[in-house]
């Protein structure tokens, strides 16, 4: 896609948003049985946002596996099968991004990110987050923001999304090696409002609306607290400056109480000890690829203790994996841990011989400790496995050094 494009896409959006009328009507939710018609004011919205679901499917920020997506949308419509008709459609994509977000588009499109998925322990958690963002279209939460003038926040928002969005064209084009967690925040912030980004009455309404939905499709309540609890957990290490969507950690922990809330209303409303469905098996292994993946992202930015934390569940679950001894090797190298890195190294090429990159990198970490000859064997092996490496001649100068 080219940068005008992306600049076009960013700047619509949020324009709309801004300048739309302020005026608070009273507005139906989206229902089952009931007609979708859209309002006068939503029309634009929606166009605008299909636009930018189209190009966001044709980048290469979609993960791509298939049957994971067939699992996460299942799971979706587990919860909402009572509440919209067939037609209507609402459905889950995965975006290659370590952060701990989803977000939702007026259309109904909803966003999950692989680093939400990575720091997720079952199935009841993520129905929570799908639940949560369900509400959010179904109850019109983008065109009751539009049209509420409480959104003081409004022109700020519109600055900041036409800022990334102009932020993230450069990167994709080249002039900014950070380019894609540019355009995922932009995706956060303009597509629509993530579980962070809506006001707070909305985001309770979201909350509350998604754990009755949880809860009725036969989930166990119990986890949703326990899915924003990981959120806190994931975020709580970050050194940046964190988006704005992101809000507050007493934001956040004010939510955690109440769902908390939410659960002992309903153990008393029960007047049963409540439980349900959790699936923690299946969950890890159907996300067992996105916790690799997305702990090699968690490790390109520097976040070391998010990315441990996903290779240890990994490695709890399949262990004798080649790929996750690798990222070990990698995260401890980094952590300044030489031993350690050298026997995960050594663990992912006993594994698989035939797997080059752990080769190299064992080779570096040869190097850097001064045992030039073991260094140039495993790079002979690197070179050997993979001729055509764009880092070919880079790693020959070291093995004519």
Not at 187 to 201: A, H, P, Q, T, W
Not at 273 to 297: P, R, S, Y
Not at 358 to 364: I, V
């Amino acid at each position: 896609m080219k940068s005008r494009a992306w600049i076009r896409l960013g700047l619509v959006l949020p324009a709309t948003l801004f300048f739309a009328s302020c005026a608070s009507t009273k507005i139906s939710n989206i229902e089952k049985g009931k007609e979708l018609k859209l309002y006068d004011d939503e029309v634009g919205i929606w166009k605008n946002s299909e636009e930018m679901q189209k190009s966001l499917l044709k980048s290469n920020f979609i993960y791509k596996d298939e049957a994971l997506s067939a699992y996460v949308n299942n799971i979706l419509h587990k919860l909402v099968q009572d509440s919209v008709d067939d037609k209507v459609t609402l459905r889950a994509y995965i975006v290659e991004d370590p952060n701990f977000n989803a977000s939702t588009t007026p259309t109904g499109a909803i966003f999950v990110h692989t680093g939400l998925l990575a720091n997720l322990d079952n199935e009841a958690q993520l129905a929570t987050i799908l639940g949560h963002e369900a509400t959010h279209f179904l109850h019109r939460h983008a065109l009751k923001s539009q049209r509420s003038a409480i959104n003081a926040t409004a022109f700020f928002s519109f600055v900041q999304i036409s800022a990334v969005a102009g932020a993230g064209a450069l990167a994709y084009n080249g002039y900014d090696p950070r380019g894609a967690d540019l355009i995922s925040q932009y995706i956060g912030l303009g597509v629509v409002g993530s579980i962070y980004g809506y006001s707070r009455d909305l985001e309770k309404e979201a909350d509350e609306t998604g754990f009755h939905l949880l809860e009725k499709a036969g989930y166990d309540p119990r986890e949703s607290k326990k899915a924003f609890e990981n959120l806190d957990e994931a975020t709580k290490d970050e050194k940046k400056l964190a988006p704005y969507f992101f809000q507050t950690h007493p934001r956040v922990k004010e939510r955690i109480k109440n769902f908390d809330n939410y659960i002992k209303n309903l153990s008393k409303e029960k007047n049963v000890d409540i439980a349900g469905i959790q699936n923690a098996d299946e969950f890890i292994h159907m996300t067992k690829d996105v916790l690799l993946f997305n702990a090699e992202l968690d490790l390109k930015r520097n976040r070391p203790k998010l990315a441990q934390k996903q290779l240890e569940k990994f490695d709890k679950y399949f262990p004798d994996n080649y790929m996750v001894h690798f990222l070990f090797g990698k995260l401890f190298n980094m952590e300044k841990e030489t031993v350690k890195a050298q026997e995960e190294l050594e663990k992912s090429i006993s594994l698989n011989p035939d797997f080059a990159d752990s080769r190299k990198e064992l080779g570096l970490l040869y190097w850097k400790d001064n045992e030039k000859e073991n260094a140039r064997v495993q790079f002979g092996k690197y070179l050997s496995l993979r001729p055509e490496a764009q880092d070919a001649s880079y790693i020959k100068g070291y093995m004519n050094e």
